[in-house]
């Protein structure tokens, strides 16, 4: 069955840097594009960003955007996301998700996401932005 796993959440340091990962299985991964999303304490899913199935292009929310990088390693079946210049408004749990098909879907200005939008989910990994 389809599993993602998310890994490399935190605490950091407001200006520090993290690196998540998600380990995708159960599925043909270089053909589906990949996105990140997030949900801090009491409100909802906020889109992150979004990576086509062969790496080609990328797409960002305009709250992570020149700070965040999406990447993916086809050949070992993970996702990535490099978060540089962290604030503290980027504490929330953080998922991968499958999208559809080879496009990541896109949102303009603070999107808010459901679950239906996307194939799978992951558990989440929590990220701490604080001194």
């Known amino acids: 069955q389809v599993q993602l796993v998310e890994s490399g959440g935190g605490l950091a340091q407001p200006g520090g840097s993290l690196r998540l990962s998600c380990a995708a299985s159960?599925?043909?991964?270089?053909?589906?594009?990949m996105s990140w999303a997030r949900q801090a304490p009491g409100k909802g899913l906020e889109w992150v960003s979004g990576i086509y199935s062969d790496g080609s292009d990328t797409v960002y929310a305009d709250s992570v955007k020149g700070r965040f990088t999406i990447s993916r390693d086809n050949a070992k079946n993970t996702l990535y996301l490099q978060m540089n210049s962290l604030k503290p408004e980027d504490t929330a749990l953080y998922y991968c998700?499958?999208?559809?098909?080879?496009?990541?879907?896109?949102?303009?200005?603070?999107?808010?996401?459901?679950?239906?939008?996307?194939?799978?989910w992951g558990q989440g990994t929590q990220v701490t932005v604080s001194s």
């Open positions: 998700a499958k999208d559809h098909g080879p496009t990541p879907n896109w949102y303009s200005g603070v999107a808010v996401v459901y679950r239906y939008e996307y194939d799978y």
């Open positions: 159960g599925f043909t991964f270089s053909t589906y594009a």
